[in-house]
């Protein structure tokens, strides 16, 4: 078998075609993929967000993902500040000028979403989703038992 055959390889191979094209789509914003992703993930999670959730999300370190807030907040896309009931904890906030351009990646998400799915009956849709669904509870599962 061919390791370009793989379903691994394929997988990998869509996830990085898929970044390019939303990285396309969002570039006349002027974001680094890491910002616009972190201004995903805080649309994702309920507001304010614990910079940990971000974080957990994210798979980045902490200090590259301070480093991308500070660059968002510079901006005037979020605000951080303390947890009332724990000062180690940073919570972040979307600002109403991030709220409106999280509304606009909302579009290229939905726009590369057709893309991918152009050419795919509603039911081929919903079976390819179950069967990504599927395929990372066999990851999940793999994964909890390999750290135990």
């Given at each position: 078998m061919n390791f370009s055959d793989t379903a691994g390889f394929k997988l990998a191979k869509l996830t990085r075609?898929?970044?390019q094209l939303l990285d396309a789509y969002l570039s006349?914003?002027?974001?680094s993929r890491t910002q616009?992703?972190?201004m995903?993930?805080?649309d994702?999670?309920?507001?304010?967000v614990p910079q940990q959730d971000i974080l957990k999300n994210m798979e980045l370190d902490a200090g590259h993902l301070a480093r991308v807030l500070d660059q968002l907040e510079k901006i005037g896309y979020v605000v951080r500040?303390?947890?009332e009931n724990n000062r180690r904890a940073v919570l972040v906030t979307l600002t109403t000028e991030g709220k409106k351009l999280n509304s606009l990646i909302k579009i290229a998400v939905k726009?590369?979403?057709e893309v991918l799915f152009k050419d795919f009956s509603p039911g081929e849709k919903t079976q390819f989703i179950e069967q990504l669904d599927k395929i990372?509870?066999?990851i999940t599962l793999a994964l909890e038992k390999e750290i135990k």
């Open positions: 075609l898929k970044r006349k914003f002027g974001l616009w992703q972190a995903f993930w805080l994702i999670l309920d507001n304010p500040h303390r947890a726009k590369e979403t990372t509870h066999n």
